[in-house]
């Protein structure tokens, strides 16, 4: 019974970290956890995919900018 409920935790605390990390506090559950007041929407961070996709965009753009200036 023991192993069955560590497993059922462990389960839940890997999918909460996923939301977390994949939504950011506000968006995770749903926004839950803003409408319930313990975080402030002020507070909230983006998404760490949007931030992700936001660098990785810079940095190919500064790559492109990079190779035109080479090649003129």
Not at 30 to 48: D, K, M, S, W, Y
Request: glycine share 12%; no cysteine.
């Amino acid at each position: 019974m023991g192993r069955i409920l560590g497993i059922g935790f462990i389960v839940l605390a890997v999918w909460a970290g996923v939301e977390i990390y994949s939504e950011g506090t506000a968006g995770a559950f749903g926004g839950l956890l803003t409408r319930t007041g313990l975080v402030a929407e002020e507070e909230a961070q983006t998404p760490v995919t949007e931030r992700a996709a936001a660098a990785w965009q810079d940095a190919y753009h500064a790559a492109e900018d990079r190779v035109e200036r080479q090649l003129d």
